[in-house]
């Protein structure tokens, strides 16, 4: 086993997300991320993955190691990342959770586009669906589902006065079982276990959100043998070496 440090940042959105900027293309994210040295990074578009394998492929040209999520928006408002490294899982979850959102579409004037891009960055499409609303799951539901399709489960930005865990439900379900939870970098690892002691049992992840090239930062330092997901379980575990530290 050879240990390996790798700066991550595991909540980068694209053009996809409505919320986004168009600048956030496959190749754009990956020039981004590489400049400032983050190695690992994870897409997680608001409840869809369609742009995920685009960025993976710009990632592997560039020596950018991508995870393929989403950022899940459960029936209580909360937001949950959900990443995979099997794209058969990853587009199985995608299915459900499509079956799960309301039909109804998106508001361009309002929202912003939903743009589905080639890994040069190309527009191939765009997603009629609105993607910023929440899916009738709830977040015992979601946090049981993708750990059977094998998958990671973050609870994003707990910190935040909307759209969190804490916020929404005031403290973390005991049947959720997070594999860890993500505070922003305003706050950072150290205040927010500070400002709610209910987090301090758990693994805290500092991710960007970013929805803009200049978020984009390396707020999490992994020792891994692997840019693995298994490999990110042990390290947020702490096992034989392997961890997982915010970058304060």
């Given at each position: 086993?050879?240990?390996?440090?790798?700066?991550?940042?595991?909540?980068?959105?694209?053009?996809?997300?409505?919320?986004?900027?168009?600048?956030?293309?496959?190749?754009?994210?990956?020039?981004?991320?590489?400049?400032?040295?983050?190695?690992?990074?994870?897409?997680?578009?608001?409840?869809?993955?369609?742009?995920?394998?685009?960025?993976?492929?710009?990632?592997?040209?560039?020596?950018?190691?991508?995870?393929?999520?989403?950022?899940?928006?459960?029936?209580?408002?909360?937001?949950?990342?959900?990443?995979?490294?099997?794209?058969?899982?990853?587009?199985?979850?995608?299915?459900?959770?499509?079956?799960?959102?309301?039909?109804?579409?998106?508001?361009?004037?309002?929202?912003?586009?939903?743009?589905?891009?080639?890994?040069?960055?190309y527009q191939t499409g765009r997603l009629s669906r609105?993607?910023?609303?929440?899916?009738?799951?709830?977040?015992?539901?979601?946090?049981?589902?993708?750990?059977?399709?094998?998958?990671?489960?973050?609870?994003?930005?707990?910190?935040?006065?909307?759209?969190?865990?804490?916020?929404?439900?005031?403290?973390?379900?005991?049947?959720?079982?997070?594999?860890?939870?993500?505070?922003?970098?305003?706050?950072?690892?150290?205040?927010?276990?500070?400002?709610?002691?209910?987090?301090?049992?758990?693994?805290?992840?500092?991710?960007?959100?970013?929805?803009?090239?200049?978020?984009?930062?390396?707020?999490?330092?992994?020792?891994?043998d692997r840019p693995t997901l298994d490999e990110i379980?042990?390290?947020?575990?702490?096992?034989?070496?392997?961890?997982?530290?915010?970058?304060?």
């Amino acid at each position: 086993m050879s240990l390996e440090l790798y700066l991550a940042d595991l909540h980068v959105h694209t053009a996809l997300s409505p919320c986004a900027e168009a600048e956030m293309s496959p190749p754009a994210i990956v020039e981004a991320a590489a400049e400032r040295g983050v190695r690992l990074i994870g897409i997680c578009d608001h409840n869809s993955a369609e742009n995920t394998l685009a960025v993976a492929q710009s990632g592997a040209k560039a020596g950018v190691v991508v995870l393929c999520g989403m950022e899940v928006q459960t029936r209580e408002d909360v937001h949950v990342l959900a990443l995979f490294d099997d794209p058969r899982a990853l587009f199985r979850w995608q299915e459900e959770v499509y079956a799960s959102l309301p039909d109804v579409e998106n508001d361009e004037a309002r929202f912003g586009e939903q743009i589905i891009l080639d890994s040069r960055g190309y527009q191939t499409g765009r997603l009629s669906r609105l993607l910023l609303a929440s899916t009738g799951m709830t977040i015992d539901y979601v946090g049981e589902r993708v750990r059977q399709l094998g998958g990671l489960v973050v609870p994003a930005h707990v910190d935040r006065p909307s759209f969190s865990l804490v916020r929404n439900l005031g403290l973390v379900p005991p049947g959720l079982r997070p594999d860890a939870l993500e505070v922003s970098p305003r706050l950072g690892a150290r205040r927010a276990r500070e400002m709610f002691p209910q987090l301090a049992a758990f693994p805290i992840v500092v991710s960007s959100d970013a929805h803009r090239l200049e978020e984009i930062r390396g707020y999490t330092a992994f020792v891994l043998d692997r840019p693995t997901l298994d490999e990110i379980r042990l390290a947020l575990a702490g096992v034989e070496g392997r961890a997982a530290r915010p970058v304060e």
